[in-house]
RNA sequence: GGGCCCAUAGUCUAGUGGUUAUGAUGUCACCUUGACAUGGUGGAGGUCGCCGGUUCGACUCCGGCUGGGCCCACCA
């Protein structure tokens, strides 16, 4: 770089990153003995490209990565990758055209393994290239030995406490997937279906009639239930036939199907009776339930095993009900005239049956949300099936306790997480059935089936593959291995420990860590469990503070998606504009705030950098060979005065903001200092001493000198963390060599100096700045060029403020233009804006 | 249905119990001045979503409403 050239960051950014990377400016130094400040940066999950959310999240942690560093913490900023989720195995099948259910195990976890060392480098550079400064050498992918070793102690300490737990149970379950999945992995959809109302006979001939949305499982009924207390009649059919509703029922139903009450009674009157349900094994018996209620359908439910969440805490409740299995792994009907189908065909089929039994009686049209699994958008079903959980329903209070001793920013983040863990309704089910994943530390034993554990020093393992070193307590040395993989969000929520354990000798100085930066969409997944995981294991917070992004949205501020075909790649944009004006436009955003992303505000972030530039460029040449010294500040001038003491009180309020996370308040403030307090105003005043520095004393020049070097090196501090790259070609142009800092992102943060803060002379500058501001205005409404020389400026003002503007007389003339400036009382134009009046002649 | 957030010039946005309501972008006029035309100076553009209340005074605080967003639940 040298002066004479203009910046081009696309240019610069490359080579100035290559030197962070060859200096190891960012490196981890376990030995230091500055304090600590240690970030639990999330591990993206490695999925072929960056997206511009991302670039938005990540550039707002690294902002408060490098303040904190240049505050004299040594960082702790390690880097991860997660891939051993669903979202990498369906990248790999999408890549490879596999499937990894139809492959043989080992096969499939080495392609795996294969595309993730062949991608994963690529992929980082992107993270890299944004100018993450965290210390990439600090490394770890959630598949790789050390991260199998740290998930499966987990498995086998929470085993030990009784916290994990193997169940048949009804599970969530995706039948595209094969495999069990959490509560945090569904996803509404919107969609059009029927309400279908069929009849179910009754002993006496008569029909009671319930309504469903899932047909289909009518081989799987397993009973029928009212409200014992609510008002329900029997009716009477033009043809004769008796059907039971509830009241509220004929209502909605008599106009489309006339009807005669013949009877009205309790729902408890039904309660007991026998119903013959088409395509159930075995007749069902209708009950009182707590979920029924009258004004709902008929007022009648009717129960299956397991057409959603309600289905699964009637069995619960109703224990009598024996459930039954109508579909295998796959979501296929095993029973009935659906073989062989899947849902959404079975439910055409089987309202055919019903239909053609004279069962259906009317389909009615419904709009509603289901379910689906949010990494295919596949329809879940919920299957009973052998499960991993970690048992935590009983720690609600725990964690709602927990979440409230952490320092939230911004606090109203804190209600997602609340309001999550009071919906809770199921243990976190972990086990997934993958072949790619950290296995499940577990064999079992042929004879007893005992759960075999193994040893924590032979750790990381895989049943399949090792056996466990010792015997049975029963005696046996068979053994089945378990099959299932522990499902991502196990590991990911130990990345706190995981960091940490990559320097164990100060293991206890990184965890628990300072600061969970993230966005908020993932409260409930990552946020939420790695809480957990660290209460049941250490009964503490993984974190001190946790600070929540926003999102990057489209243009008319919609959330972007692919499927919607409006996402913007962060690559496009940084190799148009470059990566600081990426991240400037990520400062803009207020902590936690979503902002679409518009292209035209990349274009400020390329003004700031060419007015950074430029600025520095001016200073820098006209410095010269300036020799830097701390001066005393009584010898200080009083317009340079005027602007140190404005720097002053934007340090404080800029390392306030930070110290909050609020990077989008320290750049404003740093921002409105550079571009108006010193481009727009001091940078003209100053002209005059340094072009004619004849004119002045030595002191008089030193004074600019210090100023000028002073106020640009603050500001390229306090902007160095938001647009590292400009601020880093300026500080190795110029002031590394002064200064002594190989790079200024391990420079000090600048300090506030109450020496360097003059209220009087900050007032006589804003005087100045208001004078020259009016005669800027005079001139302009002339038509005329702001050098135009002004013959007699005449300003009108107190006694006070003409004490004030004394002192910065010189000044005044200098950037005025004016030959004579007179006090007095002869203005004949005051100018609305200004308190002050003024009479320009020319 | 529950919870949370948001509403400020054409667009995006800052902000505070009392100022002349911030900045960007767009727009209009002028200025090619020895850092910068990727610039500078100045102008126009707002009943701060609507209705009440508290207050001497509300864009700001409180309540309600409307609209938008997000999270969660449910729709048998």
């Given at each position: 770089?040298?002066?004479?050239?203009?910046?081009?960051?696309?240019?610069?950014?490359?080579?100035?990153?290559?030197?962070?990377?060859?200096?190891?400016?960012?490196r981890f130094d376990p030995e230091s003995?500055?304090?600590i400040?240690s970030?639990?940066?999330?591990?993206?999950?490695?999925?072929?490209?960056?997206?511009?959310?991302?670039?938005?999240?990540?550039?707002?942690?690294?902002?408060?990565?490098?303040?904190?560093?240049?505050?004299?913490?040594s960082v702790f900023y390690p880097?991860?990758?997660?891939?051993?989720?669903?979202?990498?195995?369906?990248?790999?099948?999408?890549?490879?055209?596999?499937?990894?259910?139809?492959?043989?195990?080992?096969?499939?976890?080495?392609?795996?393994?294969?595309?993730?060392?062949?991608?994963?480098?690529?992929?980082?550079?992107?993270?890299?290239?944004?100018?993450?400064?965290?210390d990439?050498d600090v490394y770890y992918?959630?598949?790789?030995?050390h991260?199998?070793?740290i998930?499966?102690?987990?498995?086998?300490?929470?085993?030990?406490?009784?916290?994990?737990?193997?169940?048949?149970?009804?599970?969530?379950?995706?039948?595209?997937?094969?495999?069990?999945?959490?509560?945090?992995?569904?996803?509404?959809?919107?969609?059009?279906?029927?309400?279908?109302?069929?009849?179910?006979?009754?002993?006496?001939?008569?029909?009671?009639?319930?309504?469903?949305?899932?047909?289909?499982?009518?081989?799987?009924?397993?009973?029928?239930?009212?409200?014992?207390?609510?008002?329900?009649?029997?009716?009477?059919?033009?043809?004769?036939?008796?059907?039971?509703?509830?009241?509220?029922?004929?209502?909605?139903?008599?106009?489309?199907?006339?009807?005669?009450?013949?009877?009205?009674?309790?729902?408890?009157?039904?309660?007991?009776?026998?119903?013959?349900?088409?395509?159930?094994?075995?007749?069902?018996?209708?009950?009182?339930?707590?979920?029924?209620?009258?004004?709902?359908?008929?007022?009648?439910?009717?129960?299956?095993?397991?057409?959603?969440?309600?289905?699964?805490?009637?069995?619960?409740?109703?224990?009598?009900?024996?459930?039954?299995?109508?579909?295998?792994?796959?979501?296929?009907?095993?029973?009935?005239?659906?073989?062989?189908?899947?849902?959404?065909?079975?439910?055409?089929?089987?309202?055919?049956?019903?239909?053609?039994?004279?069962?259906?009686?009317?389909?009615?049209?419904?709009?509603?949300?289901?379910?689906?699994?949010?990494?295919?958008?596949?329809?879940?079903?919920?299957?009973?099936?052998?499960?991993?959980?970690?048992?935590?329903?009983?720690?609600?209070?725990?964690?709602?306790?927990?979440?409230?001793?952490?320092?939230?920013?911004?606090?109203?983040?804190?209600?997602?997480?609340?309001?999550?863990?009071?919906?809770?309704?199921?243990?976190?089910?972990?086990?997934?059935?993958?072949?790619?994943?950290?296995?499940?530390?577990?064999?079992?034993?042929?004879?007893?089936?005992?759960?075999?554990?193994?040893?924590?020093?032979?750790?990381?393992?895989?049943?399949?593959?090792?056996?466990?070193?010792?015997?049975?307590?029963?005696?046996?040395?068979?053994?089945?291995?378990?099959?299932?993989?522990?499902?991502?969000?196990?590991?990911?929520?130990?990345?706190p420990q995981i960091a940490a354990s990559l320097f164990p000798k100060i293991y206890d100085k990184l965890y628990?860590m300072?600061?969970?930066?993230?966005?908020?969409?993932?409260?409930?997944?990552?946020?939420?469990?790695?809480?957990?995981?660290?209460?049941?294991?250490?009964?503490?917070?993984?974190?001190?503070?946790?600070?929540?992004?926003?999102?990057?949205?489209?243009?008319?501020?919609?959330?972007?998606?692919?499927?919607?075909?409006?996402?913007?790649?962060?690559?496009?944009?940084?190799?148009?504009?470059?990566?600081?004006?990426?991240?400037?436009?990520?400062?803009?955003?207020?902590?936690?705030?979503?902002?679409?992303?518009?292209?035209?505000?990349?274009?400020?972030?390329?003004?700031?950098?060419?007015?950074?530039?430029?600025?520095?460029?001016?200073?820098?040449?006209?410095?010269?060979?300036?020799?830097?010294?701390?001066?005393?500040?009584?010898?200080?001038?009083?317009?340079?005065?005027?602007?140190?003491?404005?720097?002053?009180?934007?340090?404080?309020?800029?390392?306030?903001?930070?110290?909050?996370?609020?990077?989008?308040?320290?750049?404003?403030?740093?921002?409105?200092?550079?571009?108006?307090?010193?481009?727009?105003?001091?940078?003209?005043?100053?002209?005059?001493?340094?072009?004619?520095?004849?004119?002045?004393?030595?002191?008089?020049?030193?004074?600019?000198?210090?100023?000028?070097?002073?106020?640009?090196?603050?500001?390229?501090?306090?902007?160095?963390?938001?647009?590292?790259?400009?601020?880093?070609?300026?500080?190795?142009?110029?002031?590394?060599?002064?200064?002594?800092?190989?790079?200024?992102?391990?420079?000090?943060?600048?300090?506030?100096?109450?020496?360097?803060?003059?209220?009087?002379?900050?007032?006589?500058?804003?005087?100045?700045?208001?004078?020259?501001?009016?005669?800027?205005?005079?001139?302009?409404?002339?038509?005329?060029?702001?050098?135009?020389?002004?013959?007699?400026?005449?300003?009108?003002?107190?006694?006070?403020?003409?004490?004030?503007?004394?002192?910065?007389?010189?000044?005044?003339?200098?950037?005025?233009?004016?030959?004579?400036?007179?006090?007095?009382?002869?203005?004949?134009?005051?100018?609305?804006?200004?308190?002050?009046?003024?009479?320009?002649?020319?």
């Amino acid at each position: 770089m040298d002066l004479t050239k203009n910046y081009d960051s696309l240019e610069e950014e490359p080579r100035i990153q290559e030197f962070w990377e060859k200096n190891k400016v960012y490196r981890f130094d376990p030995e230091s003995k500055k304090k600590i400040f240690s970030i639990d940066t999330p591990p993206p999950t490695v999925s072929g490209k960056m997206h511009i959310g991302h670039a938005f999240s990540y550039s707002q942690q690294d902002f408060v990565a490098r303040y904190k560093r240049m505050r004299g913490f040594s960082v702790f900023y390690p880097f991860g990758t997660d891939d051993n989720g669903l979202a990498t195995i369906r990248l790999v099948e999408s890549t490879k055209k596999v499937k990894g259910t139809r492959m043989d195990r080992q096969e499939f976890i080495d392609l795996t393994m294969e595309v993730l060392n062949e991608i994963r480098p690529k992929y980082i550079a992107d993270w890299k290239r944004i100018g993450t400064s965290a210390d990439f050498d600090v490394y770890y992918t959630t598949i790789n030995e050390h991260c199998r070793r740290i998930s499966q102690k987990s498995f086998i300490d929470l085993h030990k406490i009784k916290r994990v737990y193997k169940k048949f149970a009804p599970t969530l379950w995706c039948p595209e997937c094969h495999t069990a999945i959490a509560q945090v992995e569904l996803e509404d959809r919107e969609k059009d279906t029927t309400l279908d109302y069929i009849k179910g006979k009754l002993e006496d001939g008569s029909f009671i009639i319930y309504a469903t949305t899932r047909p289909e499982l009518h081989p799987g009924c397993v009973g029928i239930s009212i409200d014992e207390k609510g008002d329900y009649v029997k009716v009477k059919r033009p043809d004769g036939e008796i059907w039971a509703i509830s009241k509220d029922a004929v209502e909605k139903m008599e106009e489309e199907f006339p009807m005669e009450i013949i009877k009205t009674f309790k729902g408890s009157s039904l309660a007991g009776k026998k119903v013959e349900i088409k395509f159930a094994e075995r007749p069902v018996f209708v009950s009182h339930d707590i979920s029924a209620e009258t004004k709902y359908g008929t007022g009648v439910v009717y129960y299956c095993s397991y057409g959603g969440l309600d289905c699964v805490q009637w069995l619960a409740r109703h224990p009598e009900a024996k459930p039954v299995r109508v579909m295998d792994e796959s979501g296929t009907y095993t029973v009935g005239p659906c073989k062989g189908m899947m849902s959404e065909e079975a439910r055409g089929k089987m309202l055919d049956e019903l239909d053609r039994e004279g069962v259906l009686i009317k389909k009615e049209k419904l709009h509603h949300t289901t379910n689906v699994h949010e990494r295919c958008g596949t329809p879940i079903e919920y299957i009973a099936t052998e499960q991993w959980f970690i048992r935590y329903l009983d720690l609600k209070d725990k964690f709602l306790d927990a979440g409230s001793r952490l320092n939230w920013y911004p606090p109203h983040m804190k209600n997602r997480y609340d309001n999550w863990i009071k919906g809770l309704q199921w243990d976190w089910c972990i086990s997934r059935q993958r072949s790619f994943g950290i296995p499940i530390p577990v064999w079992y034993c042929k004879k007893c089936k005992e759960v075999i554990l193994p040893d924590e020093k032979d750790l990381p393992i895989d049943p399949v593959k090792d056996r466990p070193k010792k015997k049975c307590r029963c005696g046996s040395t068979e053994f089945e291995p378990e099959k299932d993989v522990l499902d991502t969000w196990a590991t990911s929520s130990l990345t706190p420990q995981i960091a940490a354990s990559l320097f164990p000798k100060i293991y206890d100085k990184l965890y628990p860590m300072d600061l969970r930066p993230q966005a908020h969409d993932i409260i409930t997944f990552w946020l939420f469990n790695t809480l957990v995981k660290s209460q049941l294991h250490n009964n503490i917070n993984p974190w001190k503070d946790v600070m929540i992004s926003g999102w990057a949205l489209d243009p008319s501020g919609k959330k972007m998606s692919k499927s919607k075909g409006n996402m913007v790649e962060p690559q496009e944009v940084i190799s148009k504009y470059g990566a600081d004006c990426l991240r400037f436009w990520a400062s803009g955003s207020k902590l936690g705030e979503d902002m679409p992303f518009m292209e035209k505000d990349l274009q400020t972030g390329k003004k700031m950098t060419t007015k950074l530039w430029n600025a520095s460029k001016f200073s820098i040449m006209n410095l010269g060979d300036y020799k830097y010294r701390k001066m005393d500040a009584k010898k200080i001038n009083a317009i340079d005065m005027w602007l140190l003491t404005k720097l002053n009180k934007m340090v404080k309020e800029c390392t306030e903001y930070f110290d909050r996370y609020e990077y989008s308040k320290t750049k404003l403030e740093a921002e409105k200092f550079f571009w108006q307090s010193l481009c727009d105003n001091y940078l003209e005043i100053i002209k005059d001493r340094i072009y004619n520095p004849g004119n002045y004393t030595k002191e008089d020049i030193e004074s600019v000198k210090f100023t000028l070097y002073t106020s640009l090196l603050y500001v390229l501090k306090m902007m160095a963390p938001i647009m590292p790259y400009i601020t880093e070609a300026v500080y190795q142009l110029y002031f590394a060599k002064i200064e002594g800092d190989k790079s200024i992102h391990t420079s000090k943060w600048p300090e506030y100096d109450k020496d360097f803060v003059d209220e009087d002379a900050e007032k006589a500058g804003d005087l100045l700045v208001d004078v020259s501001s009016a005669v800027r205005k005079v001139k302009s409404e002339q038509k005329l060029a702001l050098k135009t020389e002004v013959k007699k400026l005449t300003i009108k003002c107190d006694n006070n403020q003409k004490k004030l503007i004394e002192i910065v007389i010189d000044d005044l003339k200098a950037v005025t233009k004016a030959k004579e400036i007179v006090f007095g009382k002869e203005t004949d134009k005051v100018s609305e804006a200004f308190n002050l009046g003024i009479n320009v002649e020319f």
